[in-house]
């Protein structure tokens, strides 16, 4: 899929530079603000590099953002990759959001970022991607929920009780251990377990699919290959 190339926002006034930045330290501050709103102002703060009017003084917009804000890298990082997805996939919510604020339903950064993982899964299912992101964007489906319509959509549910009897249906990949682990992150939310975890689970599921999607790409090359070979 390729993504759509959105214009560069114009650099605002130093009024309004300074207005978005006392904006996004109260709203990390007191965690009333929607994600949507810290992720949109981060990428200001990031592109116009007006964490340099920030006080105290900022040496670069890390500082800012986990020196000054104080927030976990990890979190800052999903905020910004979903903020990113539903700009590329809802420009219309975005849209929304910036004219109505915060009394625009959106869905939480982890569902999206969730469904956004879940997409490679998906390649060349254009049905399927869109009806996902209908349940996430329209639908307000959780993460519980989403996971369960990933799982039946990729046939993982219909195999496991076809084979119930059977520990190991057919050769084991990459594609089945990252629905695993997704399933597992799921789980260990239920569970309440520290952040520490979950900030690990999420990295081996990133690192994971980052590793799986050059393979899937040799593995068409090869098919089609192949194929023209037969052809001729």
């Known amino acids: 899929m390729v993504a759509r190339n959105t214009p560069a ?7 309004e530079a ?6 996004t330290a109260h709203a990390v501050k007191v965690m009333k603000a929607s994600w949507l709103r810290v992720a949109l102002n981060l990428k200001k703060i990031r592109a116009h590099e007006l964490w340099r009017l920030a ?3 900022c040496a670069s917009f890390e500082d800012y953002a986990f020196g000054v804000l104080k927030l976990n890298r990890a979190v800052a990082m999903r905020m910004l990759q979903a903020m990113d997805y539903t700009e590329e996939r809802r420009p219309q919510l975005i849209q929304k959001y910036l004219e109505r604020g ?14 956004r993982r879940a997409e490679e899964s998906f390649e060349g299912r ?4 869109e009806d996902l992101q209908s349940m996430v964007f329209d639908e ?7 996971q369960k319509e990933i ?17 190991d249906s057919g050769p084991d990949s990459l594609q089945k251990v990252i629905q695993e682990l997704l399933a597992l992150e799921g789980r260990l939310r239920q569970l309440k377990v520290s952040k520490k975890a979950l900030k690990a689970t999420f990295e ?14 040799g593995a068409a090359g090869a098919d089609g290959a192949e194929e023209g070979k037969e052809k001729g």
Do not use: C, H
Not at 126 to 129: K, N
């Open 55 to 57: 006080k105290p003084s």
């Open 140 to 146: 307000g489906a959780g993460r519980i929920t989403l």
């Open 151 to 167: 799982q039946t959509r990729l046939g993982d549910e219909a195999a496991g009780a076809k084979d119930s009897k059977a520990p």
């Open 204 to 217: 081996l599921i990133e690192m994971l699919q980052k590793e799986e999607s050059p393979r899937m790409k």
């Open 102 to 115: 915060d009394e625009v339903d959106v869905p939480p950064y982890d569902v999206v970022n969730q469904l």
């Open 126 to 129: 254009e049905d399927d991607i």
């Open 9 to 15: 926002p114009s650099a605002p006034s130093r009024a």
């Open 18 to 23: 300074e207005k978005i930045l006392i904006e």
